[in-house]
C-alpha cells in the first residue's frame, strides 16, 4: 500500500467523521424539557378538576375536556370518565 | 369477527393514531396532535405507548398493515384536515407532487438511500432540498406501495433500469461532493 | 484409420489469455481487499470516537457515519460484481465458443483448463465477498458505550431528587409524585383533589425507549450462553428470554401487562421458527 493510497483512505474517513458530526439532525436537536406540573381549569367556568368527577366533562357547567371515551390505559382508566 | 386488538384505546381508534403518527411526522407537535384528537396530553401519550404494544403482541400482522393503509390516508382524516405544518409554498407542491407523480417519488427515493449511503441523513436532504417532510415522504411511500408492486411483477426489467439509472445519477452527485470513493482508483 | 487422434486442438494464445484474465482478477481483487482492510481498520476506532462524541441520544451522527462506510464497502462490492460479469463471464463464454465441441475429444484440455478457470475465479469472488461480510459486521460492532446503566441511574436519583418538589397549582399544597413516571400523568392534590397533569423531563421520556436495551444488556450474558452452545439448547434461550423481561419489567413496572403479552409471542414465535 503506498503512502498516496493510504493518504485517500485517511482524508475520505477525515471527512466522512466531520460530515456525521456537523449535520443537523433531522427535526433539530431535541430540546430538553424540565419535569413540571400543570392544571387545567375549565375554560368555561374556571372550575377546577377534582378526581372524583372524572377527567372528560366539567363538573359544574358540562364543559367537555375531552371528547372520546377513556378506555382501561396503563395509569388513566375506565373509572376516570365523569 | 371483530379482533379485540383493533379496539380503540382511549377513543383513540387505529385510524386516527395512523393519521397522528403521520402528521407528527410533518412537524406537529405532540399538544397538537393531542388538541387535534380532543384529547390531553397524558391521554395522547398512553395510546401512543399502547398502540405499538398491540402490535408487538399482533402475530398476524393485521395491525401494523392496517396502520400503513391509514397512515397514507393520514391528510384525508377529518380530524386533521385543518391543521397542518408550516411549509413554503415550493415545499407545498413538493409534497403534491410526491403524493401524485410516482416517478418524483420513485427517483427521490433512490435519492434518499443513495445520500445515506454517502453518510448524509437522506430524510434531511430530501427536507433541505425539496421542503418534503420525513412524515409526508413516508406517506408518499404508503400511497404508492402497491402500484410498485404491481409495476415489478408487470415488468421487473423496465423497473430496475429505471431505478438503476436514479442510482448512478444520485451516485455521481454524492460520489462528487465527497470528492470520490475510496477504491476509485482500482480497476480491474 | 479415421485419423480421431489426429486433431488434436492447440492455442497456445487462449491459455496465455486465461493465465492473464485469471492473474488480472486476482490482483484486482487483492488490491480491492487491501483497501478494504485498510478502510474498516482505520474505521473502527473513528467510529468509537464519534460514537463517544455524539450527544444526540439517538447515537445518529455515528448512524451517518456507518451507513457512509457501509455504502463505501458496497460500493467495493458491486465493483468486483460488475466486473465479474462483464469481464470474467463473457471471457468465459468467448473462449469456450472458440474451442472445438466438448464431446470431439479435441479441445479436452482447454475445455478443463477454462473449467479450472471458472472454480478459481469464483471462488475467489467468495473469498472477497466473505470478507466483505467481515468488514461490515466489524464497523457495525464498533461501538463506545451507551452508558445505558449509569444514564438509568442518574435518572433514578434525579427522580428522588425531584418528586417532593412539586406544589398544586390550584391550592399550592405540596405534592408527592408517587412513582417514576415515564409519559405525562394525572396526579391528584391530596388537600384539594385537583387533578394535575405532571409532565415528566425529556431524559425520562427518552429512557423509557432504552428500557429494553438496557435489560439487554443487563442479561446479555445468557443470550451469549444460548448463541455460543451447538446444537442450540432451546432452554437457555428460554431462560435468556425470561431474565430479560424480568429486567425490562423492573425497569418498567408499569407495563408489565403489556410486556407480557410481547414475551408470549416472542416465546411462541421462537419456538415455531426453530423447533
Known amino acids: 500500500m503506498s503512502d498516496t493510497e493510504k493518504k485517500t483512505t485517511q482524508s475520505y474517513l477525515e471527512q466522512l467523521k466531520q460530515k456525521a458530526l456537523s449535520q443537523e439532525n433531522y427535526g433539530g436537536e431535541i430540546k430538553y424539557e424540565q419535569a413540571g406540573m400543570q392544571v387545567y381549569d375549565c375554560p368555561e367556568c374556571g372550575a377546577g378538576r377534582a378526581l372524583a368527577d372524572g377527567l372528560t366533562v366539567c363538573a359544574y357547567c358540562g364543559f367537555k375536556f375531552m371528547t372520546v371515551t377513556l378506555s382501561d390505559g396503563i395509569h388513566i382508566k375506565k373509572i376516570d370518565n365523569s | 369477527m371483530s379482533n379485540p386488538l383493533l379496539e380503540p384505546i382511549h377513543g383513540i381508534s387505529l385510524e386516527d393514531y395512523s393519521a397522528a403518527c403521520a402528521k407528527l411526522g410533518s412537524g406537529l407537535s405532540e399538544n397538537e396532535v393531542a388538541t387535534a384528537l380532543g384529547v390531553e396530553l397524558p391521554v395522547w401519550q398512553e395510546a401512543n405507548l399502547l398502540w405499538p404494544e398491540r402490535m408487538k403482541e399482533d402475530s398476524t400482522f393485521q395491525i401494523v398493515t392496517l396502520f400503513g393503509q391509514y397512515f397514507g390516508a393520514a391528510d384525508q382524516h377529518p380530524k386533521f384536515s385543518n391543521l397542518q405544518a408550516t411549509v413554503s409554498e415550493e415545499g407545498a407542491g413538493n409534497i403534491q407532487k410526491i403524493k401524485t407523480d410516482k416517478d418524483f417519488y420513485q427517483e427521490l427515493e433512490v435519492a434518499r438511500q443513495v445520500a445515506y449511503d454517502h453518510g448524509l441523513d437522506g430524510a434531511s436532504w430530501i427536507t433541505d432540498k425539496y421542503g418534503i417532510t420525513l412524515g409526508d415522504f413516508q406517506v408518499a411511500a404508503s400511497l404508492w406501495n402497491e402500484q410498485i408492486h404491481k409495476d415489478i411483477a408487470a415488468d421487473y426489467q423496465k423497473y430496475n433500469q429505471t431505478q438503476d439509472a436514479y442510482k448512478q445519477k444520485y451516485t455521481q452527485l454524492f460520489a462528487n461532493a465527497q470528492g470520490g470513493n475510496v477504491a476509485d482508483d482500482i480497476e480491474f | ?275
Open chain 3, 1 to 275: 484409420m479415421f485419423g480421431f487422434f489426429k486433431n488434436k486442438y492447440d492455442n497456445p494464445a487462449l491459455l496465455e489469455e486465461i493465465r492473464q484474465t485469471e492473474e488480472k482478477w486476482f490482483v484486482f481483487l487483492d488490491k480491492l481487499e487491501t483497501r478494504l482492510d485498510e478502510l474498516c481498520t482505520a474505521a473502527v476506532p473513528e467510529l468509537i470516537a464519534v460514537f463517544d462524541q455524539d450527544t444526540d441520544p439517538y447515537k445518529r451522527a455515528h448512524g451517518r457515519m456507518l451507513t457512509g462506510l457501509i455504502g463505501q464497502i458496497n460500493q467495493m462490492r458491486q465493483k468486483a460484481i460488475t466486473a465479474k460479469e462483464e469481464r470474467i463471464i463473457p471471457f468465459m463464454y468467448a473462449s469456450k465458443s472458440v474451442l472445438p465441441d466438448l464431446i470431439s475429444g479435441a479441445g479436452r484440455e482447454y475445455h478443463d483448463r477454462l473449467y479450472r478457470f471458472q472454480m478459481a475465479c469464483f471462488d475467489r469472488h467468495h473469498q472477497f465477498e466473505d470478507k466483505i461480510n467481515e468488514g461490515i459486521t466489524a464497523l457495525r460492532s464498533a461501538e463506545g458505550n451507551r452508558g445505558l446503566e449509569a444514564t438509568y441511574q442518574q435518572q433514578i436519583a434525579e427522580f428522588e431528587r425531584i418528586k417532593d418538589k412539586f406544589l398544586c397549582k390550584q391550592c399550592g399544597g405540596k405534592m408527592s409524585i408517587p412513582k417514576m413516571y415515564f409519559i405525562a400523568t394525572y396526579i391528584q392534590c391530596p388537600f384539594c383533589q385537583t387533578q394535575n397533569t405532571y409532565t415528566p423531563s425529556t431524559e425520562m421520556q427518552l429512557l423509557f425507549h432504552q428500557a429494553r436495551p438496557l435489560a439487554e444488556q443487563r442479561t446479555a450474558h445468557l443470550l451469549r450462553a444460548y448463541e455460543t452452545q451447538h446444537p442450540k439448547n432451546p432452554v437457555l434461550y428460554q431462560q435468556y428470554l425470561r431474565a430479560m423481561f424480568d429486567e425490562w419489567n423492573k425497569i418498567t413496572p408499569d407495563m408489565v401487562a403489556e410486556n407480557e403479552r410481547f414475551y408470549l409471542r416472542l416465546l411462541k414465535d421462537h419456538s415455531i421458527n426453530h423447533y
